[in-house]
T-cell receptor
Framework: QKEVEQNSGPLSVPEGAIASLNCTYSDRGSQSFFWYRQYSGKSPELIMFIYSNGDKEDGRFTAQLNKASQYVSLLIRDSQPSDSATYLCAVREGRRALTFGSGTRLQVQP | SQTIHQWPATLVQPVGSPLSLECTVEGTSNPNLYWYRQAAGRGLQLLFYSVGIGQISSEVPQNLSASRPQDRQFILSSKKLLLSDSGFYLC?????????????FGPGTRLTVL
């Protein structure tokens, strides 16, 4: 059973701080990794993807991947109240459909 | 640009009634298509995926079925709904090329079975 684990939260950070969201996965064959943001009552929105070990930056977001440790994280710098949402980690092995974690709820306090 | 549509947006159905949810994609050809369900406060559960017309793979045995009558149309059906079928149903698409293509979601259908 392929699994993707996330702390359900809520993770509470003050406005302007760095939010760190973590995800571990069980399948060593996983090749691509995705972060989605889901606002309450809405569908998931893709915000970042990463394929290679190391860091990938896009604006205020940085995805970090460590395949040896089977660990992927998302950093959000200068967190804003509008970043308050549930963040879903997803992994894919080959051409299979994505396997999702249950998500971490982030609360950014003004 | 690509767009994915789902309808209806919300649906309230009695137990034992049939179900038909539709998903269409615009702006791309021969996409991979997926149906997911998200129960309240839970993660996304993959129900079906399709790599082409008439090609459906089921991930979870249940009283739901899926069909792909056209390249960019994906339909989720049930003959008799159960209370446990309530949830947020999401259709998604990705390009058939390799494992590195992103998957994009439609707006979803919120189904309540009473």
């Amino acid at each position: 059973q392929k699994e993707v684990e996330q702390n359900s939260g809520p993770l509470s950070v003050p406005e302007g701080a760095i939010a760190s969201l973590n995800c571990t996965y069980s399948d060593r064959g996983s090749q691509s990794f995705f972060w989605y943001r889901q606002y309450s009552g809405k569908s998931p929105e893709l915000i970042m993807f990463i394929y290679s070990n190391g860091d990938k930056e896009d604006g205020r977001f940085t995805a970090q991947l460590n395949k040896a440790s089977q660990y992927v994280s998302l950093l959000i710098r200068d967190s804003q109240p509008s970043d308050s949402a549930t963040y879903l980690c997803a992994v894919r092995e080959g051409r299979r459909a994505l396997t999702f974690g249950s998500g971490t709820r982030l609360q950014v306090q003004p | 640009s690509q767009t994915i549509h789902q309808w209806p947006a919300t649906l309230v159905q009695p137990v034992g009634s049939p179900l038909s949810l539709e998903c269409t994609v615009e702006g791309t050809s021969n996409p991979n298509l997926y149906w997911y369900r998200q129960a309240a406060g839970r993660g996304l559960q993959l129900l079906f995926y399709s790599v082409g017309i008439g090609q459906i793979s089921s991930e979870v045995p249940q009283n739901l079925s899926a069909s792909r009558p056209q390249d960019r149309q994906f339909i989720l059906s049930s003959k008799k709904l159960l209370l446990s079928d309530s949830g947020f149903y999401l259709c998604a698409w990705s390009v058939i090329a390799n494992s590195y293509n992103e998957q994009f979601f439609g707006p979803g259908t919120r189904l309540t079975v009473l």
